[in-house]
């Protein structure tokens, strides 16, 4: 994609730049990749095209030599939820009332005043596994990169605290609810509910990647079901 850039000489152009690694998610607790390993380590890159034309984004070792983009995977998960008739409420709420998936280090991110209802969490990358429980989060235009204070160490990509874009979360926690409920594309176009195994633990049937959310306290934690 070429531009113009205006106030430049006839026949100036613009052209789009992406700088991949500028920063490491600090998290180690990443969705699964596609031979079911914590896709870790995560890293962020930007895209920029001028001055006021840029965005940041995430990316993900698939565990088979490439790297998952997140703008593909929001991509996906909004089409796919859309496609399931899920109904995500937008929320203008006094910033102090809304209960936050937290993402930081220390548990505390300031609140802004637009959230998403329910949390739908990418739990798995591929395939694609989205997990819904109750509560809100944030909603931003673009994935969010909060730089950690302390310099690397000499050879070092700096870290940063990532939150991802149109109200996703992501990862192998999750808010407890007691009714979690399932998606994923390779499933069909609908919501499945969750089986319960035992007053701590739900199964999550997928037909190619079954997964178990286990209790932890007020989180689900998730696992990868070992197949005979």
Not at 189 to 210: G, L, M, N, Q
């Amino acid at each position: 994609m070429l531009i113009a850039l205006l106030g430049c000489p006839a026949g100036c152009i613009l052209i789009p730049k992406e700088v991949r690694g500028v920063y490491l998610d600090r998290r180690t607790d990443q969705p699964f990749d596609a031979i079911g390993q914590p896709a870790t380590p995560a890293r962020v890159g930007e895209w920029m095209q001028g001055v006021d034309n840029y965005h940041v984004f995430l990316e993900w070792p698939s565990g088979n030599g490439n790297w998952i983009d997140s703008r593909d995977i929001i991509r996906n998960a909004r089409l796919h939820l859309e496609q399931c008739g899920a109904v995500r409420r937008t929320l203008h709420l006094d910033p102090f009332s809304i209960v936050l998936v937290h993402r930081t280090p220390a548990g505390v991110l300031s609140p802004l005043n637009l959230a998403l209802a329910p949390i739908w969490t990418i739990a798995s990358l591929q395939p694609l596994i989205l997990v819904e429980t109750a509560g809100t989060v944030q909603k931003f235009s673009y994935v969010q990169a909060h730089p950690a204070d302390a310099p690397p160490q000499p050879g070092e990509v700096r870290s940063a605290s990532v939150f991802l874009n149109e109200g996703f979360h992501y990862g192998l926690h999750m808010p407890h609810t007691p009714e979690p409920r399932w998606t994923s594309p390779e499933a069909g176009e609908r919501i499945y509910d969750t089986r319960e195994v035992s007053p701590t633990e739900r199964a999550i049937d997928h037909p190619t990647r079954p997964l178990r959310l286990v209790r932890e306290g007020e989180f689900w934690r998730v696992e990868l079901v070992q197949q005979p």
